[in-house]
């Protein structure tokens, strides 16, 4: 997830949606409570590496695994939140000005054992950032997958990118998406909106940043929701009326990012379908009190 809000609403742009586009939120998989290991299990291991993924999708069972897209030179997707290297690689610069092979001889876990020492792991020293072709052959077709196209606008064709590597992996049979396995979610509605008229079976999910939920008014939700399926508000922008307005509109709503314990619980009883959160194993415990 990123702060900065990138959503431009369809009717600012011009475009007249005459008709609502086609929304099946029967593709959405339903947990009571979703679960989705933000970047894996990154309060534990280095966010978007193997040891996350594997430690949140084999060691606690999280519903979901995250993965954001970034696209290398030559034309790979990759998994990595920042456009730039710097924050967590010993590299430096923007990934598109980098091939995946001047990528792969980055070090994407040291940095973790500086900035987290209670939980540093001498393995952790020299992890790869992975493909999201690796992260599929990984985790398998079964695996579910929810995945956010990230500065879009710099990455022209990443939209198709991602089908292609879907397709490839047999998530996409004739044409359609496997109930449940992938969501697709972005702050640019433009992004969204190209991913509907490449794939219209593809689940989408609108994210929001922080105060957006302040200023919107029903008419600009019901915007959204003629070509999402989901709503991804940052926690703190929700109350337990607007979700409310959230569940009436028809969403699936699944705010970022949710660490600590009460908040869980807060949001849980507000009637979310789910949170982002960096620690999977405490959501799923809070999530099964009873």
Do not use: C
């Not at 500065?151 to 490839?168: F, I, K, R, T």
């Not at 915007?223 to 989901?230: E, L």
């Amino acid at each position: 997830m990123r702060k900065t809000n990138r959503i431009i609403i369809a009717t600012l742009l011009g475009i007249t949606l005459t008709t609502p586009l086609s929304v099946n939120a029967k593709t959405l998989k339903h947990e009571e409570f979703m679960n989705v290991a933000h970047r894996g299990a990154s309060g534990y291991a280095p966010e978007h590496t193997f040891f996350a993924y594997d430690k949140g999708h084999y060691e606690i069972g999280a519903d979901y695994i995250e993965v954001d897209l970034q696209m290398t030179k030559d034309g790979h997707l990759i998994a990595l939140h920042d456009e730039k290297l710097d924050r967590t690689t010993n590299g430096t610069g923007l990934v598109k000005d980098h091939t995946l092979a001047e990528i792969k001889q980055l070090d994407a876990g040291s940095w973790f054992n500086e900035k987290y020492p209670e939980y540093a792991n001498e393995a952790y020293v020299g992890a790869q950032v992975p493909t999201l072709d690796e992260v599929i052959s990984r985790y398998g077709k079964n695996a579910n997958y929810y995945i956010e196209t990230k500065s879009p606008d710099v990455y022209p064709g990443m939209e198709e990118a991602l089908l292609a590597v879907l397709d490839q992996h047999g998530l996409l049979k004739e044409g359609r998406l496997k109930q449940g396995h992938v969501l697709v979610q972005s702050f640019s509605n433009e992004s969204l909106l190209k991913m509907h008229q490449l794939n219209s079976d593809v689940p989408l999910v609108q994210l929001t940043s922080k105060g957006f939920m302040s200023s919107a008014t029903e008419a600009t939700l019901r915007q959204i929701k003629t070509y999402a399926d989901g709503f991804g508000p940052s926690f703190q922008d929700l109350t337990k009326e607007n979700t409310a307005l959230l569940k009436s509109i028809g969403f699936e709503i699944h705010p970022y990012t949710v660490n600590k314990e009460e908040d869980m619980r807060r949001l849980n009883d507000y009637g979310v379908d789910g949170v982002f959160t960096n620690y999977p194993d405490v959501y799923e415990r809070i999530s099964n009190e009873k």
